[in-house]
C-alpha cells in the first residue's frame, strides 16, 4: 500500500492535487483528519481519536507519499502540528520512534508549489532530520515541483511521471533491530509533570 498525505489544510490545496495526479493507492489529507492544535504537555500518551486515526492510515502503508507545503522556507504548520501529536501519542517519544508508525518505513516527501527555483526545497533537510534522525522513518528522497500555477492541472501525469516511477519502483528495507529505548521514563516524567503542576495550584 502507497499512501500519500497532504499536510495542507486547504480545501483546494496544491498538495492534494498532485498527489492525486499521482495515482497512488490511497491519498488523504489534514482536513480528512481534522487534528486540533497540539496542547498536550504530559507525558501520558493521551490523544483525540482524530489522531489514532491518522495513526492508523500511516501504520496501514507500506510507502509514504509526504506533500509538505513550504511556508516562509520551512514546513507548513500543518505537518509540524501532525508530527508533534505523534510524539504526544508515544508518550513523548520514550519509544524512540521504534514502536511509531513509521518506523523503519520508506518515505518521500515532496512539495507542490507555484514558486519557482529555488523555492520549495528549503524545508528538506530540516524535515529529513525530523523524519528520519528523530522518529525512525527512512527519508528516501525529497522531490519539489515548481510551476505548479501551470503543471498542476488535471490530467497532467506526465509532470509526475518520473517521481512517481521512483516510488513504485521502491526496495523495501531489511528489518531494522530493535534499540535500548526510554520505556522506563514516562512514568517518572508524569510525576515530575504533576509535582510541577501542583505548584502552581496552591
Known amino acids: 500500500m502507497i499512501t500519500g498525505i497532504s499536510f495542507s489544510y486547504a480545501k483546494n490545496s496544491m498538495n492534494a492535487r498532485g498527489l492525486k495526479l499521482m495515482n497512488l493507492d490511497s491519498v488523504h489529507d489534514m482536513t480528512y483528519f481534522d487534528m486540533p492544535i497540539c496542547n ?8 483525540p481519536p482524530s489522531v489514532h486515526n491518522f495513526i492508523k492510515v500511516l501504520k496501514d502503508a507500506d510507502i509514504l507519499v509526504f506533500a509538505i507545503p513550504e511556508n516562509t522556507a520551512h514546513y507548513g504548520s500543518g505537518f509540524k502540528n501532525a508530527m508533534d501529536w505523534l510524539i504526544c501519542a508515544s508518550n513523548y517519544n520514550a519509544d524512540l520512534g521504534q ?44 522531490f519539489v515541483k515548481n510551476g505548479g500555477w501551470k503543471e498542476c492541472v488535471p490530467d497532467n501525469y506526465e509532470w509526475i511521471r518520473k517521481e512517481r516511477e521512483e516510488i513504485y519502483n521502491t526496495t523495501m528495507p531489511e528489518p531494522h533491530p530493535r534499540i535500548d529505548d526510554w520505556q522506563d521514563m514516562p512514568n517518572k516524567w508524569i510525576e515530575q509533570y504533576k509535582i510541577w503542576d501542583n505548584k502552581w495550584k496552591v
Open 40 to 47: 498536550v504537555n504530559i507525558a501520558d500518551g493521551n490523544v
Open 99 to 142: 514502536d511509531g508508525p513509521f518506523f523503519n518505513k520508506p518515505i518521500y516527501v515532496i512539495t507542490f508549489t507555484p514558486a519557482y527555483k529555488p523555492a520549495g526545497n528549503r524545508h528538506f533537510d530540516m524535515t529529513k532530520h525530523l523524519l528520519q534522525d528523530k522518529m525512525g522513518g527512512i527519508v528516501y528522497n525529497s
